[in-house]
Nanobody, 123 residues
């Protein structure tokens, strides 16, 4: 059974940092691509970063150099370190389990979603 739970959102000023967590279980960790998505008010979901079940990671162009995935294989937990945050990064952030595919990331390939965690960046 897939398990996903996000945490770590909050409010920061532009230029600040936050670290999001996505806690999963061994079943999810070993079988699925885990994707980070975000959705700003009035906009569609945007893929941000992925962790393939092999452990490889990839990023959307909009966050490359600012966001970094790290992994705790023992705890089946994925982290998204977000640095140099901008007001346009403000969104609800979700982790999801599915199949990575190619960029741009399609949310249609992800069937299970966490509840989301809010990130707000003020200017």
């Amino acid at each position: 059974q897939v398990q996903l739970m996000e945490s770590g959102g909050g409010s920061v000023q532009a230029g600040g940092s936050l670290r999001l967590s996505c806690a999963t279980n061994r079943y999810t960790w070993s079988r699925y691509c885990i994707g980070w998505f975000r959705q700003a008010p009035g906009k569609g979901r945007e893929g941000v970063a992925t962790r393939h079940s092999t452990g490889s990671t990839s990023y959307a162009d909009s966050v490359k150099g600012r966001f970094t995935i790290s992994q705790d294989n023992a705890e089946n937990t994925l982290y998204l370190q977000m640095n140099s945050l901008k007001p346009e990064d403000t969104a609800m952030y979700y982790c999801a389990a599915g199949y990575c595919g190619y960029w741009p990331l399609s949310d249609a390939r992800f069937s299970d979603w966490g509840q989301g965690t809010q990130v707000t960046v003020s200017s």
